[in-house]
């Protein structure tokens, strides 16, 4: 039966386009080499027409499918198992832009797509793409939307969902949907776009999207400010909004320690303020002038120091100095890394709650395991946490993960559903935070979820494994 | 089994709020009144937890539902049918506030809160609920939800549904779902709150929602501008767009015969720019003070002036030439009525199809129908037209619509799908859309639709007849 699907592939892909042999491990290994699967071939289809070919195929012989971008994923969600009986769908031979609007202020393109390229595009028009994060010179667009992708510009711009106003997505059945709607406005019955967006290829494959342009701002500037609290950090954030608004685009926070990290491990670094318990970085974009911002920084930070909001404060005078703030943000991760093993966490909460869900759970974790050092920082304007756990100082770093590392996430994740938060913000569910959703998710929502994942895909061929 | 149906429903809800008898029109006749339903009975639960009761019981004993909220819908969605069989599921006794944090800038209220209301509770603590529509003062916040609600502040703020970060809903087996997350970022499973939302009581009730608030601009203002054609107020746009940015709040078109009506049947009202071909309505909404947006628009204006797009601009000085700009704008329909009998159109299509839909349109409608007078306006922002047609001078309004209505939704329908437009930007399906979704939706969406209803709600008790 294999022979015969593999035969039938080869015959409406072309035998070049079917992958069995040879490396595959790009294919077949997760971006952050946690698992390496097997595939019964590698499918890289052309088009739209030839991926619902490729899915009434696999309907036909009940081969499973696992749909794939630029497999940056970090939860296990794009490679396949190890069995050798899934196919491995990639997405990436389909990478047109197929409509740049700029009336409309919408891009149509295929899911293919890289993330940069997308933007690219956009910059060469005048105009922003704004979904920004760290793998997007790998990351496709469709990869962005089955995930609902973050990164740095949700405070103002929204998730990848917010920037989609239209998919086509091929379905179970091999049927195309054709949504590519670039409209602001449409109420004709069900919201199918959300429903796929987000669900990580197990309910359709998408083939394409229309996102959201916006006006390329006069200009993008940062600041730095250093708070003595959480509390006081939360403070800025609300007066930041107030005051600047819609120009508000950025609100991260840095932990004492997270920079320590960063001032061992980067001594080459500048530190602007240097001893502050919680360093923030604000970007600003103006569509006026860098004058303009500046001047609207200084007066937010005028007022946040004569309110008592923060200790000192620093605007960046020139592109430069904007950068060099950012490249101190950027660095955390690295920093971690260097200075030996940690446990990552990716959480949310509602913003008026993160001071004392940060108590709580530092207190929580240093009775249960003496020692641990909390590298917290994240986009606070989003209510979202990168409260990572190093280990022990001088500790044996693999020795600790493999006793504590699902204890120590207990403890985190039990305080954040204390406070109504989520045990994953912004990386998915894929394989590695299935378990988490079954216990943490109320089961009337995962009920909800499985019936329509019965109802979308009954023969079970989508992503089996993932999510649900 | 009504009788022993009924008994149980009094015996949860208590008798005083299972109505049978009395006037029940408030309940039974739609919004526009092109509809007059029996129901078998009205609850008013009090809270979730009767909303689940009620929808066991309609469970148990087959009897379908009907959710309302404010009743005032314009697709006849909340009404029984005439059979009085099915139960009127109201949700206005739950009003209550349930928590106003405002440093998560997020509010949790129950479905039966009105929509003014829901405003004032922000503006009472200095912040903005943007959603904001003419039914304002009896819609509920549950059913704007139900519907995706639109209004003027979409261009800025998004539809009900961006405006919403949680849900609660009770399930057509009567279970709670408590999905009233505060949280900017959480991708842990499908996208249930969109399904939701925008699915008119037809998958869940919904019981209470969290939404998201803004600050307050520190001063909104208006000004008005001519374009000698649709090409150069879409134009307009993308200059406006570029050159304020988030700033700009609202992009209103109309066009010179819905003036002409305007200053027919109201000569005290103003017209700031006589003759215009199409008339332009901005506002501007701004962080820093009323004279900062002024500098801003006449800076707009003077480009475009320069550039050839106006041919004239008014700049409003003060609140009350705010409000009179708004004020001829918000006539059209009233003026529309004084005319005579009119189809009305509430269309969406990508801002780009905008002119040469008008032109198709425009000459489909003439050739057809030679004498109709066509009432363009709308929020050119959004790409969401209100393309209406006036009976010809003169003609028998009633015989006109007996014998052409259907013709002529056919003649601008025909066109919209032409431009890949919407047949329903903001009002939804309801009954009266129905068919016109059957004929014009894909079937690939259609069958995606009819899959999740019958997932989701397999007896076929929540809203029949409606949506699909």
Redesign the interface.
Known sequence: MSVEFLDALRAALGADHVLCEGDLSAYEQDWRKRARGKALAVARPADTAQVATVLRLCAQHGVTVVPQGGNTGLVVGSVPDATGRQLLLSLRRMHRVRLL??????MTVDAGCVLQAVQEAAAAQGLLFPLSLAAEGSATIGGNLA??A?GTQ???YG?A??LCLGLEVV?AQG?????L????????????R??F???EGT?GVITAATVKL??Q?AARTTAMASCASMELA??L??SA???????LTGFEVMGRFALDLVARHFPELPRPLPGAAWTVLLEQ?D?ESEAHAQERFEALLAAALEDGLIEDAAVAQNQSQSKAMWHVRESISLAQAQEGLNIKHDI??????IPAFCTQADAALQSAYPGVRIVNFG?LG???LHYNVQVPQGGDGAAFLRDHEPGVNKVVFDAVQAF??????????GSL?REE?EQ???P??????K??????DPQGLLNPGR??
Do not use: C
């Open positions: 609007d700029t009336a409309n202020l919408t995930t609902n973050g949700v405070l103002r998730n969902r917010e379905t049927d195309i949907w054709d949504g709607s670039g409209l602001r406005k449409d109420n004709t019955g069900y919201d199918l959300d429903l967006i987000g669900s309910l916006f006006p701002p939360v403070a954030l609300k909004r107030h005051k600047l608004g819609a120009g974009s569509e949310s909460l509602p913003v008026s709650s986009h989003d209510g979202n109504d938060g989520s045990f994953s913000a912004e990386h998915g569910i935070k959703m943490r998710k109320s009337t929502a995962l009920a909800l979820m019936a329509i994942k019965q109802a979308l999510v649900l």
